[in-house]
């Protein structure tokens, strides 16, 4: 089963071992139309986007303004209605998938952790790239090179242990960090 979740933050558990601990928010969303044998359509507030198309949805599903967003999620339902959080309840490991943190154009050292030149001494290579391309043969650049370039922003799932889930406040407690920033938008999926 799949669930919108928003990162709060991370903390720490008290107690004789104490670990690490990831705080996820569930969204409430509502499961508008059911496909038996796969993904069902869910509405979910997120902003405050609206235009014609929105307002169509809303009206064909009979949903309140503030359900703005639609996404297609396996969930546990069997009808039209609130999206159900039993499976998190009993949940054992999820995968959660975010977007890390987006860190811009950045050199060959902070993206791919090359170690650079000496800091002194004159060398005048500090933090630059070194070679790229070979002689005569092939007389290009290889395709794949680890250059400077675009670093962050981009989709990753990991695996997490599930320590708690707080039905009523929609708070899922999942051991270790989860990528992506406090605030940002993912979805989780229960393994087991």
């Known amino acids: 089963m799949e669930f919108l979740v928003e990162k709060i ?5 008290l107690g004789e071992v104490s670990n690490a601990v990831t705080l996820l928010k569930v969204l409430p969303a509502k499961v508008v139309k059911v496909n038996a044998e796969g993904k069902s359509l869910v509405a979910y507030s997120r902003g405050k986007a609206m235009n014609k198309a929105i307002e169509g949805q809303q009206k064909a599903y009979n949903l309140s303004r503030e359900f703005n967003k639609f996404a297609s999620l396996v969930v546990d339902n069997k009808e ?3 999206q159900e959080t039993a499976s998190l309840e009993a949940a054992v490991e999820l995968k959660a998938t975010f977007k890390t943190k987006g860190r811009g154009f950045t050199g060959a050292m902070k993206r791919w ?8 001494h004159g060398s005048r290579f500090h ?3 070194g070679s790229i391309g070979n002689r005569e043969w092939p007389g290009r650049v290889q395709k794949g090179k680890k250059m400077a370039g675009q670093y962050g922003n981009e989709t990753v799932t990991v695996k997490c242990q599930v320590i ?7 708070v899922l407690v999942v051991k270790g960090s989860v990528p992506g920033a406090n605030g940002g938008f993912g979805k989780v999926k229960v393994v087991k």
């Open 9 to 13: 933050g991370m903390s720490r558990t």
């Open 80 to 82: 039209v209605g609130e």
């Open 113 to 120: 952790n090359f170690a650079g030149g000496p800091g002194a």
């Open 127 to 129: 933090r630059r790239t």
């Open 164 to 170: 708690s889930f707080d039905k009523n406040a929609g």
